[in-house]
């Protein structure tokens, strides 16, 4: 049973940094078809960042050289640095992994950036 579990969400001052990680059961994230996604109220889920190949990634213009995507040597493990928070990325972020024609989703975690 594939399953995605987030953590490292909390309160940050903004200005802060903040690293999230998921934890996958059942499923690696040795293929391309993972990332970050997030979320706030009323409106869609947002892509963040995603990684393309090995050593390559992509960022959603909005965090682009404040956060970073990563994964750790085993695919067992996925990050999200972020770094120099506002606000405006405060939201549920999610985990997220294609493996052939499904989607898996983490239950999401929140961050909150605020003073």
């Known amino acids: 049973q594939v399953q995605l579990v987030e953590s490292g969400g909390g309160l940050v001052q903004p200005g802060g940094s903040r690293r999230l990680s998921c934890r996958a059961y059942?499923?690696?994230?040795?293929?391309?078809?993972v990332g970050w996604f997030r979320q706030t109220p009323g409106k869609e889920r947002e892509w963040v960042a995603k990684l393309i190949s090995e050593g390559r990634a992509a960022h959603t213009t909005s965090v682009q050289g404040r956060f970073s995507i990563s994964r750790d040597t085993s695919n067992t493990m996925l990050y999200l640095q972020m770094k120099k928070l506002s606000p405006e990325d405060t939201a549920v972020y999610y985990c997220?992994?294609?493996?052939?024609?499904?989607?898996?989703w983490g239950r999401g975690v929140q961050v909150t950036v605020s003073s």
């Open positions: 059942g499923i690696t994230f040795g293929s391309s078809n």
């Open positions: 997220w992994i294609r493996a052939g024609d499904r989607d898996y």
